[in-house]
Structures are given as structure tokens and as C-alpha cells.
């Protein structure tokens, strides 16, 4: 069964600091990998996806994401982060070939930026 | 271009009642899928419909239960409510481009946040 562990459920960060959040999953057949980002009382907001081609892949927000395979890792990185950074963020896999509505979230990573 | 609109926003409702809730996709999407995110939980997928046909469904009783309309809207309906049923119910959609041609992309509405006292 796939699963997808953030290893941080809380990352404390003064702002323009530089902050990573970490993602491991774990699966028996190739994925695709994406990062949300939940503001308070609000739904899912696509940061980036891993689909195929280079590893390293760039969002919105100045947010990038490299994908390792051998270390089946995803980690989210920002080298400055600002107040409005402050939200919860899901990494999630999709199987390729799978349930193309299926999305398997971590339990997320409160980013919380501070003056 | 409006995106994936839900209704209600937020409804309170008692043990073992029932509770409907409603999804627009994005114009031109024909996939709908549903999750739950219970407070402090990623979201849980529950169910994905794609041309009125349920494609794919979650580890939830059978007391949750959907179905997708005609102009692509769907329904996710809950009976026999239990308080472990409070949660956001997120909708959202996408444009399925074959198994065999890469992933879709998830886009999510707001969500339905539903109380059970």
C-alpha cells in the first residue's frame, strides 16, 4: 500500500529565512508527486507537481521541489519565506495508471513564519 | 473562469441524520472526486466519478454514498450521521486524460464543513 509520510508537523521559520519541508513516501509502482498548500478555512491550493522530465521542478510562490527516487523523497523548499507563507502544507502521490482521482496526502506541515 | 464551487459551506447537523453536499466542477472538467479532511488530518479520498460512473472509491462505510449528473455536478450524500463524520468534505475536479497519458491535476474547492452534534 502507498503512504506518504511529512516528517515535520510543525516547522517554525523567522521570515526571509530559508525553510524546507520534508516528504518521504513509500510505493510499489511509479508515482506522481505533488505539494498543496491549505490557508486557514480554505481548500487546496496546487503548489507543484512531479510528473516526469527533470527532477527539480519550480511552483508558484517561489516554491521548488526536488524529486529523488531512490530516496522516494519530495522535499519542498522556499530559500526566503514571507508572513503570507504561513499556511498547512499536504505532499500527495498518485499512482501511475492508478485512480486518477486518487490522491494520497501526508498529514501535513503547519508552516508558521514569524517577524 | 469560476472554479470548483461547493454548497453548503457550513451546516450543523445531528446524529443519524443525513446530509447531502454539492459540487460544480470547472467548466469543462468531467471528473469529480471527494474527500474528507478531518481537523488535523490530510484529506481522505472517498469516492471519484468521471462520465456519471464511479471510478474509484475510498475505505468509507457504505453509509457515504455519490453520484455525478448529466452537466458533470455531483452529490456526495452521508446517512446515519456519526460524530466522528464531523470533517471538511473537499470536492475536486479534472480532466482525465487516460491512464496511459500522465496524471490529472486536482483542482479543489473550498469544501463543505460539516458539524455532527
Known amino acids: 500500500a502507498q503512504s506518504v509520510t511529512q516528517l515535520d508537523s510543525q516547522v517554525p521559520v523567522f521570515e526571509e529565512a530559508p525553510v524546507e519541508l520534508r516528504c518521504n513516501y513509500s510505493s510499489s509502482v511509479s508515482v506522481y508527486l505533488f505539494w498543496y498548500v491549505q490557508y486557514p478555512n480554505q481548500g487546496l491550493q496546487l503548489l507543484l507537481k512531479y510528473l516526469s522530465g527533470s527532477t527539480l521542478v519550480k511552483g508558484i510562490n517561489g516554491f521548488e521541489a526536488e524529486f529523488n527516487k531512490s530516496q522516494t523523497s519530495f522535499h519542498l523548499r522556499k530559500p526566503s519565506v514571507h508572513i503570507s507563507d504561513t499556511a498547512e502544507y499536504f505532499c500527495a502521490v498518485m499512482n501511475y495508471g492508478g485512480s486518477q482521482g486518487n490522491l494520497i496526502f501526508g498529514k501535513g506541515t503547519k508552516l508558521s513564519v514569524k517577524p | 473562469d469560476a472554479g470548483v464551487t461547493q454548497s453548503p459551506t457550513h451546516l450543523i447537523k445531528t446524529r443519524g441524520q443525513h446530509v447531502t453536499l454539492r459540487c460544480s466542477p470547472i467548466s469543462g472538467h468531467k471528473s469529480v472526486s471527494w474527500y474528507q479532511q478531518v481537523l488535523g488530518q490530510g484529506p481522505q479520498f472517498i469516492f471519484q466519478y468521471y462520465e456519471k460512473e464511479e471510478r474509484g472509491r475510498g475505505n468509507f462505510p457504505d453509509r457515504f454514498s455519490a453520484r455525478q449528473f448529466p452537466n458533470y455536478s455531483s452529490e456526495l450524500n452521508v446517512n446515519a450521521l456519526l460524530l466522528g463524520d464531523s470533517a471538511l468534505y473537499l470536492c475536486?475536479?479534472?480532466?482525465?486524460?487516460?491512464?496511459?497519458?500522465?496524471?490529472?491535476?486536482?483542482?479543489f474547492g473550498a469544501g463543505s464543513r460539516l458539524t455532527v452534534l
Open positions: 475536486a475536479s479534472s480532466t482525465p486524460r487516460g491512464l496511459s497519458s500522465g496524471a490529472n491535476v486536482l483542482t
